[in-house]
């Protein structure tokens, strides 16, 4: 039997212990889990998020180790949430990400949690969030989330997350292509990793052209021609260019992870989205609107959890569902029935 206040002291008390038992808790939707979520969500809100994401072969879990290293020195705590492949045997995460992070798991101020992704198309599994509440309430200083990294679906990390990291590298494609996916438009930072490979400027540099696509300066990173300096035509815009100052224009950064190169200008970059944010009032509007996602996820799950285990609605379901295998009604009308049937229940 889960004993939420005694789980609750030992995160207060930094246990270790309570910690795993905690997040294994919330991960498996175990009895009390809400409860404990519920007891917790005082403590919350002293960590920085960071989601990070992109495609597979990237070099996400190099680069998340280097970060958390480079974070250490300076005293922080780093806590890891590494969403892992679903195993098709165990319905477990297979802990590569794990395995590729050994280095950061001796130290006694990282905590890696592998989290199976348990057939979640987003990239996370569908509990993510609440883990990194768990975290967050255990005292980390930073909270990394790494998505599974299968391609262009992984969005909902954004949803968890105060900063979203989008990594790519020299063999991820055309720039111009790749910004047309909606992996692209949540990104704060950009990342192109293994930047000592044949392409990496080229990939840069059509990305900060597609960004400045989007903010009307596309070519501001490329040099003039002639002596030309295209600043000179921008200084000109005046007003106009004091109003895009305001917004945040993703940074492009270079990184070889496993060589440390660009880590320091990675951090440094996530400092100053997270002070923009801060400045900007963006911080407390995006946590808002991940707490109202959050409230509508837990409300819709109640109400499954209701529809299927309480007597009435039940019934109504079922019988929508007999309906349809037999041919009697379509699915909308099935359902838009049951719905009906079960207001009437409770009106009653």
């Known amino acids: 039997m889960v004993d939420p206040a005694n789980i609750l002291e030992g995160l207060k008390a930094r246990r270790p212990a309570s910690l795993a038992r905690a997040i294994s808790i919330v991960e498996n939707a175990s009895a009390g889990s809400e409860a404990l979520l519920g007891g917790l969500h005082s403590l919350v809100g002293g960590a920085r998020r960071i989601g990070i994401t992109g495609p597979p072969g990237a070099g996400k879990s190099t680069l998340i180790e280097r ?19 679903t195993s098709p045997f165990t319905g477990g995460a297979l802990l ?29 599994a569908t509990t993510t969030g609440e883990v990194a509440d768990v975290m967050d309430a255990y005292g980390f200083d930073r909270i990394l989330v790494e998505t599974v990294g299968v391609g262009q679906s992984e969005l909902d990390v954004a949803s968890v997350s105060d900063t979203t990291v989008v990594v790519l590298v020299p063999e991820s494609g055309d720039g111009i292509q790749v910004m047309k996916a909606g992996l692209m438009e949540i990104a704060d930072v950009y990342v192109v990793n293994k930047a000592d ?34 600043s000179e035509t921008r200084s000109s815009e005046g007003g106009k260019a004091k109003a895009k ?15 440390d190169e660009g880590v320091a200008e990675l951090s440094g970059a996530l400092d100053r989205h997270f002070r923009w944010l801060e400045r900007d009032g963006g911080l407390a509007a995006r ?26 609605p039940r ?14 009604r379509s699915p909308y009308e099935a359902a838009a029935a049951a719905v009906e049937r079960i207001r009437r229940s409770e009106r009653a």
């Open 67 to 85: 970060l958390a290293a480079h974070w250490r020195t300076g005293g922080l705590t780093v806590g890891i949430i590494a969403i892992d492949p």
């Open 96 to 124: 590569g990400d794990r395995i590729r992070m050994e280095r950061a798991a001796l130290d006694p101020g990282v905590f890696i949690r592998s989290m199976a992704s348990r057939g979640s198309l987003g990239g996370m």
């Open 197 to 230: 490979r044949p392409g990496a400027d080229r990939l840069r540099q059509e990305l900060e052209v597609a960004i400045g696509l989007k903010s009307g300066q596309a070519f501001r990173h490329v040099p003039g021609h002639h002596g030309h300096d295209s």
């Open 245 to 259: 100052d305001m917004a945040w224009e993703p940074p492009v950064l270079a990184t070889v992870a496993p060589r």
């Open 287 to 312: 946590r808002a609107r991940q707490l109202e996602r959050r409230t509508r996820e837990v409300l819709e799950r109640a109400v499954r959890r209701w529809a299927w285990s309480d007597a009435a």
């Open 315 to 328: 019934a109504a379901l079922e019988a929508a569902l007999a309906d349809v295998a037999s041919g009697r």
